[in-house]
C-alpha cells in the first residue's frame, strides 16, 4: 500500500491553524502578533492561510505597492516555526479598481452589472483583472519565493462567481466554436429545431437562452472551464515569478456551479470548505454520512492521495439559521471525522474574531475576548494534541472495493431538464440525495467507498454504485459494459442512461447507448407519485431473506420490462401492479442490479447489506456497526489506524477483530467489546 509524501514536503506532520488575518489589527493592536504566535503554540496550531484578502493593502493605489507589513509577518512566522499557506489575493479586488474598470465586475443573469462591494464578484473573462492579477502574483512569487515561512500557494478563495458580460458571452461563443466547429454540429447537437431556434451564425448564441438543454449544459460545462482557465493563469504568473511551491485552492463541498473534479486536475493538493449543520438533539448520522460522502470524494480525486481540510468552524458559523453553538465534542468529532477520511490537517475559519464586517461574528478559535480562557480555545487545543499524535498518519490512505459514481455533468443534466428530477437548492438536489441515501448503508456498515465521475477508471474495484445515472458520457456505457464483463457487480437506479453528452434523449428505449441489453431491461414509462399516492415494493425471494416483505416506494416509479434480466421485485399498487421493481441481470463474468423506484431507506440498508455479504466486502470492524456510529481505517501497507466514532445519542458497544488494537492517544491495548459514549472518537491502531 502506498504511503504518500506529506502535502507540505518539508512537515510530516498532522496541519492545524486556519485562515490568519492580522493585517485587520496592526495599526490598533501593535503586538497583534506576539499575542497570537504564543496562542499558537499554545493551541498547537502549526500552519495558516494568510494574505487572502489583502490586495488593497498590497497595492492601496494602482501601482503603488507595500509589502513590507507583509515582510514582517512572514519573518516572525518562520522564526516561530508556523508554516504559511501564502494567498493570491484575487478574492477580494481594492476599491479603486472596482471604481476605475467597472468592467472587471460581474453581470447577472439579467444583464445588470454588481457594483457592490464584495468577494469572488469579478468577471474570469476580464482582461484588465487578468492583467492586474497576474502582475499582483508575479510580485508576491518575486519577492516570497524563497521565504522560509511559504511552504504551498493558497490560490484565490473558494472560486464560484458566475458572469453573463458580453465578455463572457464572447468567451462562450469561442468555446462552442472550438467544442463543435461548425454551426451544423451545434444546431444537431442543440437539437435547435425545437421552437425554431436554429443558429446562422455565432453571434445569434444567448446563454440566457431557456429553451435549449444543450445550451444550459454547456454553458455550465463553460463557466467551470473558464474558472479552471483562471486558476492556470494564476498559478502561471506564480510560476513566472520563479515561485517553486505546490498550489492548492479551496474548494466548497458540492457547490453546484463549479465541477470541482476539473479544478482538481490543476491543482497538486485537494482543499475543502466544510461546515455542516449539526441537528444536535437526536442522532445526527445522516449528517454524519453526508460529510463523509464528501470527504471520500475528495480522497478519491486524486487516486486516494490524502487532502487537507482548509476551512472548518470551532464553533459556528455566522450565517447558520439560527447560529447555535456546537455542542461540547461535536468540534472534535467533525475535526477527526475528516482525518478518518484522508485529510492531512484540519484547518479553521477563523483564527481571530475580527471586530466589524460581514463576519465578526463567524466563530474562531481566539474570541473576541482575546485569549485562551474560552471553551472553544479548550477545544481547538485538545484536537492539536490529538493532531500530534497522530504524525504517523500523514500519507496514508483508505483502500475501498466500492466506487460510487458522483458527477456534476449528471446533475446539470437533471437541473437543466424540464419535467425531471431537479431541485434548485445549493446542495440537497435530487441527484446528490439519490447518491447520498445509496452511499448511507456503507458508511454504517463501515466499508469503505471511493467517490468518482462516471468517466473515471473502474477496474480496481469489485462493485460500482451509480444512482441516477441520467446522462451518459462518451464511452461511460463501454466502460461500465467492460467492468461488468470482467466480474465486477454494477448497481443502477431509476433515471438511469436516458440522454447523451448533449442533454438529448436516446432513442431505441432506455437505458440508452447499450445498457439496455446490460441491464436486460426496457423501461416504458416513468411515474412521478403525488404525496396521497400509495405504492410499494413487494420482495418475496426466500434467497434473500433479510429483503422479503412490503416496502413503500416512490415517488418516482419506472414502469419496465424485463428481458432477460431476473426480477426480485415488484410494485404492489397502481395500474402497474406486478411489474418489475428490482432485477438483476448476469452479463459476463459480474451482474448488474437495477432498482427502478426510490424505496424505503431500510430496503436499500437491506439490499446493499446483502451485496456486501454476496461480495464479501471488507468492513473497518468485521461485523456490523450500531446506528450512528462511523468507522474506517487508513493504512501504510503494515499499520491501520482504525477511527470509529459514535454520533448517536446513546453509548453503545463495537465488536474488534482479533487483532492486538493499541489506543493512539493513551497508548493502551484495548480489548473487545470497546465501548464508545455519545459524542465520542476513538483511533486504533492494528497491524494491517
Known amino acids: 500500500m502506498q504511503k504518500y509524501p506529506p502535502f507540505l514536503s518539508s512537515f510530516p506532520k498532522m496541519a492545524h491553524g486556519g485562515d490568519y488575518n492580522p493585517e485587520q489589527w496592526l495599526e490598533s493592536v501593535p503586538d497583534i502578533l506576539d499575542q497570537d504566535i504564543r496562542l499558537m503554540r499554545l493551541s498547537g496550531c502549526n500552519t495558516f492561510s494568510v494574505g487572502i484578502f489583502s490586495w488593497a493593502r498590497y497595492e492601496p493605489r494602482e501601482g503603488e505597492f507595500s509589502f513590507e507589513w507583509m515582510d514582517r509577518i512572514l519573518d516572525r512566522l518562520a522564526a516561530a516555526d508556523v508554516n504559511v499557506l501564502l494567498a493570491t489575493p484575487s478574492a477580494a479586488m481594492p476599491a479603486w479598481m472596482r471604481q476605475k474598470y467597472p468592467e472587471i465586475s460581474r453581470v447577472n443573469r439579467d444583464g445588470v452589472r454588481e457594483l457592490q462591494p464584495g468577494r469572488m464578484d469579478h468577471c474570469f473573462s476580464s482582461r ?224 481571530r474574531k475580527g471586530r466589524g464586517g460581514h463576519e465578526k461574528y463567524h466563530g474562531a478559535v481566539v474570541d473576541h475576548v482575546g485569549h485562551e480562557h474560552t471553551r472553544v480555545f479548550r477545544d481547538v487545543s485538545e484536537i492539536g494534541n490529538t493532531l500530534a499524535k497522530l504524525d504517523d498518519l500523514v500519507g496514508t490512505t483508505t483502500p475501498a472495493e466500492v466506487a460510487f459514481v458522483y458527477d456534476w455533468e449528471v446533475r446539470w443534466a437533471l437541473e437543466t431538464s424540464a419535467g425531471v428530477l431537479k431541485d434548485s437548492a445549493v446542495e440537497d438536489d435530487a441527484y446528490t440525495e439519490t447518491v447520498k441515501a445509496h452511499y448511507f448503508p456503507y458508511w454504517s456498515m463501515g466499508v469503505p467507498v471511493d467517490v468518482l465521475e462516471s468517466r473515471a477508471e473502474f477496474s480496481g474495484y469489485r462493485l460500482l454504485v451509480a444512482p441516477r445515472l441520467y446522462l451518459l458520457l462518451p464511452g461511460v456505457a463501454d466502460a461500465l459494459k467492460t467492468f461488468v464483463e470482467n466480474g465486477g457487480t454494477l448497481v443502477l437506479s431509476a433515471y438511469c442512461g436516458q440522454v447523451n453528452e448533449s442533454n438529448l434523449c436516446f432513442t431505441g428505449g432506455w437505458p440508452g447507448d447499450g445498457l439496455r441489453e446490460l441491464c436486460g431491461i426496457w423501461v416504458e414509462e416513468t411515474d412521478r407519485l403525488l404525496p396521497e399516492d400509495q405504492q410499494n415494493l413487494t420482495f418475496a425471494d426466500p434467497r434473500f431473506p433479510a429483503l422479503q416483505g412490503e416496502w413503500s416506494a416512490g415517488p418516482l416509479c419506472e414502469i419496465l420490462h424485463a428481458e432477460g434480466a431476473e426480477v426480485l421485485a415488484t410494485y404492489g399498487a397502481q395500474f402497474y401492479a406486478g411489474t418489475p421493481a428490482l432485477t438483476r441481470n448476469a452479463f459476463g463474468k459480474g451482474e448488474v442490479w437495477y432498482l427502478a423506484t426510490d424505496v424505503d431507506p431500510d430496503f436499500l440498508l437491506g439490499l446493499h447489506r446483502e451485496l456486501k455479504n454476496r461480495l464479501k466486502l471488507r468492513q473497518t470492524t468485521g461485523t456490523d456497526l450500531p446506528p450512528g456510529v462511523g468507522a474506517t481505517w487508513r493504512t501504510d501497507g503494515e499499520s491501520e489506524w482504525v477511527f470509529l466514532q459514535n454520533f448517536g445519542t446513546d453509548s453503545v458497544e463495537i465488536s474488534l477483530d482479533s487483532r492486538p488494537h493499541r489506543d493512539v492517544e493513551s497508548g493502551e491495548t484495548v480489548s473487545s467489546p470497546l465501548h464508545l459514549k455519545p459524542v465520542e472518537t476513538r483511533i486504533l491502531q492494528r497491524k494491517a
Request: aromatic share 12%; hydrophobic share 35%; net charge positive.
Open 128 to 351: 484588465v483583472f487578468r492583467e492586474k492579477v497576474g502582475d499582483i502574483n508575479r510580485r508576491l512569487a518575486e519577492r516570497y519565493r524563497t521565504h522560509p515561512a511559504v511552504k504551498m500557494w493558497h490560490i484565490s478563495n473558494e472560486y464560484q462567481s458566475l458572469c453573463h458580460c458580453e465578455q463572457c458571452v464572447e468567451a462562450f461563443r469561442a468555446w462552442l466554436r472550438t467544442k463543435y466547429g461548425t454551426l451544423e454540429n451545434l444546431n444537431r447537437a442543440w437539437w435547435t429545431s425545437f421552437w425554431g431556434q436554429s443558429f446562422q451564425d455565432w453571434g445569434e448564441i444567448n446563454p440566457r437562452n431557456r429553451a435549449l438543454d444543450g445550451s444550459k449544459l454547456d454553458w455550465k460545462r463553460f463557466q467551470t472551464d473558464q474558472i479552471v482557465d483562471f486558476l492556470k493563469h494564476e498559478i502561471a504568473a506564480l510560476r513566472e515569478g520563479g515561485a517553486t511551491q505546490p498550489a492548492t485552492t479551496n474548494m466548497m463541498s458540492l457547490w453546484p456551479t463549479v465541477n470541482f473534479q476539473r479544478l482538481a486536475d490543476t491543482v497538486d493538493v485537494i482543499a475543502d470548505d466544510c461546515y455542516p449543520v449539526w441537528k444536535q438533539n437526536g442522532r445526527d448520522e445522516q449528517t454524519a454520512a453526508s460529510i463523509s460522502f464528501v470527504h471520500d470524494l475528495r480522497r478519491s480525486m486524486k487516486g486516494g492521495r490524502p487532502w487537507v481540510l482548509m476551512e472548518s468552524c470551532p464553533s459556528v458559523p455566522q450565517w447558520h439559521n439560527p447560529p447555535k453553538l456546537k455542542r461540547p465534542g461535536m468540534a472534535r468529532m467533525e475535526m477527526m471525522q475528516a482525518v478518518a477520511h484522508g485529510s492531512d490537517g484540519v484547518l479553521y475559519f477563523q483564527w
